[in-house]
């Protein structure tokens, strides 16, 4: 009877290694920290099955069902979350809203990381007048608040979802550009960079490949402060009318509508404020705890 091969033998334990890595992470965050992946996975939940679990179309109007309270307020069970001032179903809404905010921050996150990477090895790989000038756009970005930048930028050229995605992109980028420029510059400094420049490997190489899978944790922690700041500005820009435009519904979309009825259907307020200051405050706090896990700065 053949023994079995070495790959063959590796394979399970390699899963059972890494089931136990996930349990052991798992058991050591804290329970405000469980608590607050747990909504992250029921939201993602959410915006994925969206079309699945909502009762009704996002924008099916009911003009006799208009502002229906609540089941905790004494409405029907027709509508769990009310209706709003068009008869549409919230909890509907919501759902749909939900995937429409996290596709915006996710999209959003993901190009603002990538331009920022890309400029930090740029500054360190060049140096010299390139560095100074990726260092003065940083200080720039920095310095000027981003709500004018994207206010003038919707009012000016219209807005469309590419757009205002694309102009979500560019928030945060700087953050991402100063860690990479340091990292770098200190990798490059360090034995297995040389090592591989020696080897004849292309810079491209060398960055995708070796420097960036080093300096990626502490990228994480970086994304994972970003994210939560990206949906707020969504969300304010869309409350102003400036953000997602009908027929498509966001958080801050809902958010806008639902301030002229605050008193008299707040309801309509209320659901989407919750989501979005339950979701932030839970990406902020899981962020906190891979900063404090992954960042080797802080160990």
Same mark, same amino acid.
């Given at each position: 009877?053949? @023994?079995?091969?070495?790959t063959?033998?590796?394979?399970?334990?390699?899963?059972?290694?890494?089931?136990?890595?996930? @349990?052991?992470?798992?058991?050591?965050?804290?329970?405000?920290?469980?608590?607050?992946?747990?909504?992250?996975?029921?939201?993602?939940?959410?915006?994925?099955?969206?079309?699945?679990?909502?009762?009704?179309?996002?924008?099916?109007?009911?003009?006799?069902?208009?502002?229906?309270?609540?089941?905790?307020?004494?409405?029907?069970?027709?509508?769990?979350?009310?209706?709003?001032?068009?008869?549409?179903?919230v909890m509907?809404?919501?759902?749909?809203?939900?995937?429409?905010? &996290?596709?915006? !921050?996710?999209?959003?996150?993901?190009?603002?990381a990538?331009?920022?990477?890309l400029?930090?090895?740029? !500054?360190?790989?060049?140096?010299?007048w390139?560095?100074?000038?990726?260092?003065?756009?940083?200080?720039?970005?920095?310095?000027?608040?981003?709500?004018?930048?994207?206010?003038?930028?919707?009012?000016?050229?219209?807005?469309?979802?590419?757009?205002?995605? !694309? &102009?979500?992109?560019?928030?945060?980028?700087?953050?991402? @550009?100063?860690?990479?420029?340091? &990292?770098?510059?200190?990798?490059n400094?360090?034995?297995? !960079?040389?090592?591989?420049?020696?080897?004849?490997?292309?810079?491209?190489?060398?960055?995708?490949?070796?420097?960036?899978?080093?300096?990626?944790?502490?990228l994480?922690?970086?994304?994972?402060?970003?994210?939560?700041?990206?949906?707020?500005?969504?969300?304010?820009?869309?409350?102003?009318?400036?953000?997602?435009?009908?027929?498509?519904?966001? &958080?801050?979309n809902?958010?806008?509508?639902?301030?002229?009825y605050?008193?008299?259907?707040p309801?309509?307020l209320?659901?989407p404020?919750t989501?979005?200051?339950?979701?932030?405050?839970?990406?902020?706090?899981?962020?906190?705890?891979?900063?404090?896990?992954?960042?080797?700065t802080?160990?």
């Open positions: 009877m053949n @023994a079995p091969s070495l063959e033998k590796s394979q399970p334990e390699d899963a059972v290694s890494s089931g136990q890595s996930a @349990a052991m992470l798992i058991r050591s965050m804290p329970f405000l920290v469980r608590l607050c992946a747990f909504w992250i996975v029921v939201v993602l939940l959410i915006a994925l099955s969206a079309d699945f679990i909502s009762p009704y179309s996002y924008s099916q109007l009911d003009l006799l069902a208009r502002l229906n309270p609540p089941v905790f307020w004494g409405g029907s069970s027709d509508h769990w979350l009310g209706t709003d001032e068009l008869g549409r179903d509907s809404r919501l759902f749909h809203s939900v995937r429409i905010s &996290l596709l915006v !921050a996710f999209i959003s996150t993901l190009l603002s990538t331009v920022g990477v400029m930090g090895f740029a !500054a360190a790989h060049f140096r010299g390139v560095e100074q000038l990726v260092l003065t756009l940083v200080d720039f970005q920095a310095s000027m608040p981003f709500m004018i930048i994207a206010l003038a930028v919707l009012a000016f050229f219209g807005n469309t979802l590419v757009l205002f995605i !694309a &102009l979500m992109g560019f928030y945060g980028w700087e953050r991402s @550009a100063r860690i990479a420029r340091g &990292l770098t510059i200190a990798a400094e360090q034995g297995y !960079a040389a090592a591989v420049y020696d080897l004849g490997a292309s810079p491209w190489r060398v960055y995708l490949l070796h420097i960036l899978p080093n300096i990626a944790s502490t994480i922690v970086s994304i994972t402060l970003t994210f939560p700041e990206v949906i707020l500005l969504e969300s304010g820009l869309s409350f102003l009318g400036l953000g997602v435009q009908p027929p498509m519904t966001s &958080l801050g809902m958010v806008g509508y639902g301030r002229e605050l008193q008299t259907a309801w309509i209320l659901a404020s989501f979005i200051v339950v979701t932030t405050f839970s990406v902020s706090m899981l962020g906190d705890w891979l900063r404090d896990r992954l960042d080797p802080l160990n």
